[in-house]
Nanobody
């Protein structure tokens, strides 16, 4: 069974850091393009970062977030630094079909998400 499980969310103060993890089971992430998305209350889900043959970052997170993967652990990470209240959202990972300069497209499998709250 194909499954993605996110972890690492929590409450953090502005300026703080968190590292999210997305672990896959039932398939190997090694040859997959993978992305992180987020959905804030009352807003649409948006692509944050994704990694395939190229790497994409949304303008709002460039220079603060870093996506990486560990193929041996079948896990993708999102290191989030200098967090802001606007980063508060449920963060999801997903496999994607296309990583372009403009975003991540063609989502095939979603995780259930992990909540990140940035608040004093």
């Amino acid at each position: 069974q194909v499954q993605l499980v996110e972890s690492g969310g929590g409450l953090v103060q502005p300026g703080g850091s968190l590292r999210l993890s997305c672990t896959a089971s039932g398939f190997s992430l090694r040859y997959e393009a993978i992305g992180w998305f987020r959905q804030a209350p009352g807003k649409e889900r948006e692509g944050v970062s994704c990694m395939g043959t190229r790497t994409y970052y949304a303008d709002s997170v460039k220079g603060r977030f870093t996506i990486s993967r560990d193929n041996l652990k079948n896990t993708v990470y999102l290191q989030m630094n200098s967090l802001k209240p606007d980063d508060t959202a449920v963060y999801y990972c997903a496999t994607v079909r296309v990583v372009a300069n403009t975003g991540c497209y063609g989502v095939d499998n979603w995780g259930k998400g992990t909540l990140v709250t940035v608040s004093p």
